[in-house]
């Protein structure tokens, strides 16, 4: 059994920053693809930003230069800096992974719960 587990969202000013925390636990042979995505009220879910074991990353355009996401490849752990945010960054942030469990034969997209962010004054 796999899960991930986020920590770090809440209430910011407009301006502000928040880091986001995943770590990812249980029977995991081995990670690929992390990243973050995001949903707001009444949207789809959109991708923020991901990153490859190897540290490749790729941003939504809307974040370039705001976020920074960052991996611990040895604890399954992903982070997302975010700096400058906008009231159109608030929405429910979730943490996701690619991995292949233990005895798995593929890999497989895990999801967190989910953490609020909201930026407003």
């Known amino acids: 059994q796999v899960q991930l587990v986020e920590s770090g969202g809440g209430l910011v000013q407009p301006g502000g920053s928040l880091r986001l925390s995943c770590a990812a636990s249980?029977?995991?042979?081995?990670?690929?693809?992390m990243g973050w995505y995001r949903q707001a009220p009444g949207k789809q879910r959109e991708l923020v930003a991901d990153?490859?074991?190897?540290?490749?990353?790729n941003y939504a355009d809307s974040v370039k230069g705001r976020f920074t996401i960052s991996r611990d490849n040895a604890k399954n752990t992903v982070a997302l800096q975010m700096d400058s945010l906008k009231p159109e960054d608030t929405a429910v942030y979730y943490c996701?992974?690619?991995?292949?469990?233990?005895?798995?034969?593929?890999?497989?997209?895990?999801w967190g719960q989910g953490t609020q962010v909201t930026a407003s004054s």
């Open positions: 990153i490859t074991s190897g540290g490749r990353t």
């Open positions: 249980g029977s995991i042979f081995s990670m690929h693809l």
């Open positions: 996701n992974a690619h991995l292949i469990a233990t005895f798995g034969v593929r890999v497989t997209e895990y």
